[in-house]
């Protein structure tokens, strides 16, 4: 299945059945949150899940964003109304990072099929399709299962081994992981062999992704279809998702280092590299 869906052929579907389950994941980094971009506006019948609190566990040692508990996972999407054949469609304003995190996590615990809409809520809207305030009422409990590993994962001794042996990608800004500023982890740099492919690179103004010759073009000339491997990581696992995302409209594979470098931080002994090319300290 692809991993990306139009508005209008989300808008057919929703006409003409079967109606697939709408997710809203709506995220800021900062900004209003979440519930409160669903409060203002979301499609109709999609439930909301939060980013923070459902696809996400506790800030920590693991990282800002590591994996959620699963068996609470598992309630949260019952919930929702999900069983393990259900049809998904997940969405945020926009950005796509909200997005991106719910589909590679659903992805990682064994739903096949889970699907992106293309551009959000705001290419939703400037399709001129219906948006509304009403929260659906609660669906009939749902029977999904889930079950970790459907899709790679990489631990901190993975994401290291990996950027020695294939190809890790950092999906945060170049100035970041070079090493030059950090606004929101106590340390810069980069995990030593990783090579910066920013998001900014390989999404639009609106944070839409590229089309798929383009994010082969510029994917091609990151390496990653001289390499059998490729990770992906980021900040806290979130932008990494969408990363991952853009790999898979390719046919590529990634495996997602969840804690990324806001884990990779936690142990001093872990060697940090900074600058264009990577001098390595620790």
Known sequence: ?????????????????????????QYNLAGPAGRELYAAAHLPGARFLDVERDLAGP???????????????AQTLRRLGIDDSSDIVVYDQGTGLGAARAWWLLSYVGLRAVRVLDGGLAAWKRAGLPVTTIVPSPAPE???TVQ?????????QGAQRLAGTGLLLDARARERFEGRVEPIDPVAGHIPGARSAPLSEFTD???????????????????????????????????????????????????VYVGSWSEWITDPDRPIATGPEGSTRG
């Not at 989300?10 to 709408?22: E, R």
């Not at 800030?59 to 996972?73: S, T």
């Not at 970790?148 to 901190?156: H, M, N, Q, R, T």
């Open 59 to 73: 800030p920590g040692p693991r990282g800002r964003h590591p994996l959620p508990d699963l068996a609470a996972l």
């Open 148 to 156: 970790a590993g459907a899709v790679p994962l990489l631990d901190a």
């Open 142 to 144: 749902g029977s999904v």
């Open 205 to 255: 103004s609106e944070g839409r992704l590229l089309d798929r010759e383009a994010l082969h073009a510029y994917f091609a000339d990151q390496g990653v279809f001289e390499q059998a491997q490729v990770g992906a990581y980021c900040g806290s696992g979130i932008t990494a998702a969408a990363l991952a995302l853009a790999l898979k409209q390719i046919g590529v594979t990634a495996a």
């Open 1 to 25: 299945m692809p991993a990306l869906i139009a508005p209008a052929e989300l808008a057919a579907a929703l006409a003409s059945g079967p109606v697939p389950v709408l997710v809203d994941v």
